[in-house]
């Protein structure tokens, strides 16, 4: 027996086609360093393209209030986003982190697939397949939470596998700092934990781990860390559960639940739906695998019958299963009777993808020619913040000269509240402020609701004023298409009652 409890050897026993080959050796070859840094510098180059995408604009606003939680997560992605103190406030500023563990992310599947036992041409196959996937190109170009989820799911799994395959129980140490930083960042990695949990129980191969002390002291590592945000989500009411709420009721239309599975599958890309199908069909038929085989499923089945319309959230498992993909993949090529055949479909397919995702995930198309492509929301949601608070000043201005200067800018969003919040300093706005998830927990300050000018609100305004009417409309420039077209701003006087009466009522997390 190895310190798992699992009889040695056991996998040579196994089928060639079912099993994991005898360690080799853990050195990377140079390409899948050179298609890393590859993945960095493309994401870098057009980092400063277009601008902010809303939810960096709500961290950066965020990062001036520091906490150990926020109303829609923990603190670690606010305090990272801070960085742009050093590097000044720019887009490319936020991203350089984000582009760093997209890097990682490659690297790390490529770990996994030497881990599951591929030569030179698997492990560079897994970097290239990860490098290439649409939904890592995307993630990890935004300085939100889900670069660092990604990241903390790729850790763990590659800790787990490693105490587990290469009977090194102290990386259970490593599983539980990786996924207690990432529980410092974003709660979905207690789903990843439930699911690793289900997968050792369910299957044979490693049942017995869970008898020794390592699993439960990476456990109590993993706790010690997210206890701080744990603190504060008690001390504040656990506003986490609402956000909850709040996401399942978004996100579960019938096209969610029909385009679920799909959407999975496309997120993966040309090279990486044929590695993800083999991947899950080897970790299955492979004895001391078949846990995270289990553990995929559990995480697919809660993404689709939860949240579908948030497919990406079980896309932390990819590095994993592309690594075992890439075995199969690499063992059909060498079986070919014309090997250069298929290492060029490969590579076609590698390039095909390439091609096809990078104008729709990345921001490398002109801004007046958006309008003539599909919509994407990273991408389109990131054009027209700057024009945003030009349009609000122009409202102010044009009310100061009638003599009805605005007290205040209320919004419906965070999105609008960090725009004006970053921009609006240049045109001396009066106070921002919403009541839109930790804005509202920041309260409306010392702002005055005399004369308030409102930016697409005035419905939610309208019951606690005696006036409220529209003024303009915005749209972002060149017919761009996103989440934020036609956004009312108006003018809302006569209060029925102060900020501080009306705060409670005015309350919405989503």
């Not at 670690?76 to 982190?97: E, H, K, Q, S, Y």
């Not at 063992?331 to 390039?351: H, K, Q």
Request: with cysteine; hydrophobic share 50%.
């Amino acid at each position: 027996m190895n310190r798992n409890g699992v009889p040695r050897g056991r996998w040579h026993r196994a089928a060639p086609d079912a099993s994991i080959d005898a360690p080799a050796p853990a050195r990377l070859p140079k390409t899948v360093w050179l298609i890393a840094a590859i993945f960095v510098a493309v994401e870098l180059a057009v980092s400063a393209r277009y601008g902010f995408q809303q939810d960096e604009l709500y961290f950066l606003v965020a990062s001036h209030h520091l906490a150990f939680g926020y109303v829609d997560q923990p603190p670690l992605a606010v305090l990272l986003a801070r960085t742009t103190d050093l590097f000044g406030t720019n887009p490319t500023a936020i991203r350089i982190l984000p582009a760093l563990a997209g890097g990682a992310i490659v690297v790390i599947a490529a770990r996994f697939a030497a881990l599951f036992g591929a030569g030179r041409g698997g492990r560079v196959l897994a970097a290239l397949a990860t490098a290439s996937a649409p939904v890592l190109l995307g993630a990890t170009h935004i300085g939100n939470t889900t670069p660092y989820d990604l990241l903390a799911w790729a850790v763990v799994l590659l800790c787990v596998a490693t105490a587990l395959l290469r009977d090194r129980p102290r990386w259970w140490l490593g599983a539980g700092a990786a996924a207690g930083v990432g529980l410092e960042n974003e709660y979905l990695v207690t789903v990843l934990i439930g699911a690793l949990i289900a997968g050792i129980l369910l299957t044979s191969a490693h049942r017995r781990v869970l008898a020794t002390p390592w699993p439960w002291l990476g456990g109590l590592i993993a706790l010690a860390i997210w206890a701080p945000n744990l603190a504060w989500q008690f001390a504040n009411g656990w506003p986490q559960l609402t956000m909850a709420s709040a996401l399942h009721q978004q996100n579960i239309s019938a096209a969610d639940y029909i385009g679920g599975l799909p959407a999975q599958l496309i997120y993966t890309g040309v090279l990486g739906v044929p590695l993800v199908i083999a991947g899950f069909i080897r970790l299955y038929r492979t004895p001391e695998l078949r846990f995270l085989a289990v553990t995929a499923t559990l995480v697919v089945v809660y993404v689709l019958a939860w949240v579908p319309g948030k497919v990406y959230y079980s896309d932390g498992l990819l590095p994993a299963v592309i690594g075992a993909g890439s075995v199969s993949a690499e063992r059909w090529l060498a079986r070919s009777r014309r090997p250069r055949l298929r290492r060029g479909i490969v590579a076609a397919g590698a390039v095909l993808g390439i091609v096809l995702i990078i104008p729709s995930t990345l921001p490398v198309l002109p801004i007046a020619a958006l309008h003539k492509v599909p919509p994407d929301k990273t991408v389109n949601d990131s054009v027209g913040w700057p024009q945003l608070a030009a349009e609000v000043a122009a409202q102010d201005k044009a009310l100061t000269r009638a003599g009805q200067p605005p007290t205040s800018v209320y919004t419906i969003a965070y999105a609008e509240a960090g725009a004006l919040d970053l921009y609006g300093a240049a045109y001396h706005l009066p106070p921002v402020i919403s009541a839109h998830n930790s804005f509202w927990m920041w309260g409306p300050g010392g702002a005055s609701d005399t004369r308030v000018l409102v930016v697409d609100a005035l419905g939610q305004l309208r019951p606690y004023f005696a006036s409220c009417r529209p003024l303009a409309v915005f749209n972002p420039p060149d017919q761009v298409q996103s989440d934020w077209n036609d956004i009312a701003i108006g003018v809302c006087t006569g209060p029925v009652a102060s900020w501080r009466t009306l705060w409670p009522h005015l309350k919405h997390y989503d």
